[in-house]
């Protein structure tokens, strides 16, 4: 009888046993992501916030916490802090903070943290990255010990956006303190992961850090590795080198769909695109010349060309999924409606060459979309020289006073990595304040508006969200018309995982976020 009883107990041993080796095991896994760019640096603020993206900012938001984050449809939830009001005037904004957090130094997470996390994001000297989103600032204060009222100098309706950035991420000041200016390479946070080993440019090793106020990370650790080539990404993934790929080819989804344990991911992101006319030129000062070229261009064609269908023409400057977008106009493709134009303007193309500036490996497909976009402007009889730069050379060609652009037609796409659509019309058409410097922020066409700089001063000041969408609308439609690009469309952001992996979340703002997977 005993015999009959044991065997049972001996099975349930073994089970579990089993079990709890399953459960182990899997809390011991290790998730490898496969980005196409280096992670250099993880600093929220100094100089090396400009080489962190959009790589730095995938491990960035591994690393830190925020006050306030972005869920997968852009919308503000709370994180450090657990909730938020404003003053009548809308200039002061207090916020609670969560009890009981702390860096992964140990130290705490209190008001005194956040003042010193925010005051060094607003000294223009130590953090020169980054200022539309900090200017508005002018002051933070602690009220307890887990209460801080951030001041703006007029109401700021992006706020909680700018929060809500990658550089809106919380430092441990004592973290700061002890690496100095070597902090971006040890970034300390109060995220879920901790940076345990790092081979710059090569790979970074982030392991779970045990005292998460948010429960414990499902994996003992992420691997950011840095594979630039797209042909050993899907490689990696495939043999099972890697968890998760970025960066994936248009013409390679096709291929991953067909396999069995791999799904892709693509998802229409906030970066839109267009070729950029440098209206100091005399022949775009022509509305009609500007008008001409939206016209030459078939949208469909190219995309399905170039991108094999991942991308969204655009009816806006702005993406669909940014905060203020509504369709403002369309141009049809219509080369015989693009010579008329150019024949009303006086166009002469006899003996002019335009000049069609592009990165080389910068932008998705950079160089084919310029050769289409030449190819379109050929059919209307306008010729084109392409200008092809390296990558990190192709900003000194845009952040130059007037007088020293040496480009017709650029390609750009810019993305508002706060989701708010106000950022995103004042980086690129609000007015210069000076035609002897650079542009303030990305406004290299020179396109100036007295209205639409009206419009965006007020919609900057309108906290209310039902009353700043019609300011930005307006904005953006004066902007479409205006036509100081020739306007193409938003991207999608295309990654691919294993089906077996949950919870990576692929950002409008292009980030693949990984802090929230699981086996």
């Known amino acids: 009888m005993r015999w009959r009883i044991a065997l049972p107990s001996v099975a349930l041993t073994v089970l579990v046993v089993s079990a709890i080796g399953g459960v182990a095991a899997a809390q011991d896994r290790t998730l490898t992501y496969a980005q196409a760019v280096a992670v250099t640096a993880m600093d929220t603020a100094g100089a090396s916030i400009g080489t962190v993206y959009p790589a730095g900012y995938e491990g960035m938001f591994l690393v830190y916490d925020n006050l306030v984050r972005f869920n997968d449809k852009m919308q503000i939830e709370p994180q450090l802090a657990t909730e938020w009001s404003t003053s009548p005037d809308g200039l002061t904004w207090t916020f ?191 509305v009609r010349v500007r008008r001409a070229f939206n016209h030459a261009v078939d949208r469909d064609a190219l995309i399905k060309a170039v991108f094999r269908g991942h991308a969204t023409p655009i009816d806006s400057p702005l993406s669909p999924f940014t905060a203020g977008y509504a369709p403002v106009g369309s141009y049809e493709f219509s080369p015989a409606k693009a010579q008329q134009l150019l024949a009303e303007a006086g166009w002469k193309p006899e003996g002019l060459e335009l000049t069609l500036l592009t990165p080389q490996g910068l932008l998705p497909k950079d160089v084919e979309e310029t050769q289409v976009f030449q190819g379109f402007l050929r059919k209307i009889g306008v010729k084109a020289t392409i200008n092809k730069v390296e990558p990190a050379a192709f900003w000194d060609y845009l952040r130059v006073p007037p007088d020293k652009l040496t480009w017709d037609m650029v390609l750009f796409g810019f993305n508002p990595s706060n989701g708010d659509g106000g950022y995103h019309l004042s980086s690129l058409f609000a007015s210069n304040p000076s035609r002897t410097e650079r542009p303030k922020v990305w406004n290299f066409t020179w396109y100036e508006s007295p209205r639409v700089d009206g419009l965006l001063a007020e919609a900057d000041r309108t906290v209310d969200p039902a009353r700043r969408k019609p300011l930005l609308v307006e904005a953006a439609k004066l902007v479409w018309n205006d036509a100081p690009y020739v306007w193409l469309y938003a991207e999608n952001v295309i990654i691919a995982k294993k089906k077996e992996l949950k919870g990576v979340e692929v950002s409008p703002v292009i980030f693949t976020l990984l802090r929230n997977a699981r086996p």
Do not use: C
């Open 96 to 286: 609670k903070l969560r009890r009981g957090v702390t860096f992964q130094d140990g130290t705490p997470v209190n008001a005194d943290a956040v003042v010193f996390d925010i005051e060094r994001q607003i000294d223009p000297k130590g953090n020169p990255a980054n200022r539309p989103l900090w200017d508005p600032i002018t002051a933070v204060k602690r009220i307890d010990d887990a209460t801080v009222a951030i001041t703006t100098h007029k109401p700021y309706a992006a706020l909680l956006a700018t929060l809500a950035h990658g550089s809106g991420g919380v430092v441990s000041p004592e973290g700061v303190r002890t690496h100095g200016d070597n902090f971006k390479l040890h970034p300390v946070g109060a995220g879920p992961y901790l940076v345990e080993r790092w081979d710059v440019g090569s790979e970074v090793v982030l392991k779970r850090f045990e005292g998460y106020w948010g429960g414990r990370a499902p994996f003992a650790r992420i691997v950011l590795r840095h594979v630039p080539d797209p042909a050993t990404r899907l490689a990696m993934l495939q043999s099972g080198q890697a968890d998760v790929i970025g960066a994936v080819p248009p013409e390679s989804v096709s291929q991953l769909e067909g396999l069995a344990g791999i799904e892709v991911v693509a998802r229409p992101a906030l970066r839109t695109f267009g070729f950029g006319l440098n209206l100091n030129r005399k022949a775009f000062q022509d």
